[in-house]
Nanobody
Framework: QVQLVESGGGLVQAGGSLRLSCAASGSMFSIVSMGWYREFPGKPRDLVAS???????TYKDSVKGRFTISGDNAKNTVHLQMNGLKPEDSAVYYC????????????????????WGQGTQVTVSS
């Protein structure tokens, strides 16, 4: 069983900062990547930023230069530092874990998995 513990959401004024953290634990062979997605009411969940175990990062264009994702492989933890927050960043943020259960690491034989955190609310007031 895999678990994700998210922390760091909250209310902040425009221009402020928040730091989201997500810690993974449980039965895993290895982690492929971890990331943060956000969901607006009535819209699909959308990638904000992700980082692979090798440190390769991906960012949504609208957060580049404002958000920074970092990972701690030893602690299976990912952090999202969000600076220069805007009201349009207000959403529920979800941590995502892409992991391997065995060395095969293949979705087709269920040796690779995808897991979501419970979500944390980020609200940016104008």
């Amino acid at each position: 069983q895999v678990q994700l513990v998210e922390s760091g959401g909250g209310l902040v004024q425009a221009g402020g900062s928040l730091r989201l953290s997500c810690a993974a634990s449980g039965s895993m062979f290895s982690i492929v990547s971890m990331g943060w997605y956000r969901e607006f009411p009535g819209k699909p969940r959308d990638l904000v930023a992700s980082i692979t175990r090798d440190g390769v990062t991906t960012y949504k264009d609208s957060v580049k230069g404002r958000f920074t994702i970092s990972g701690d492989n030893a602690k299976n933890t990912v952090h999202l530092q969000m600076n220069g927050l805007k009201p349009e960043d207000s959403a529920v943020y979800y941590c995502n874990l892409d992991y391997c259960l065995t060395p095969t690491c293949d979705y087709s034989d269920y040796s690779r998995g995808d897991y979501w955190g419970q979500g944390t609310q980020v609200t940016v007031s104008s």
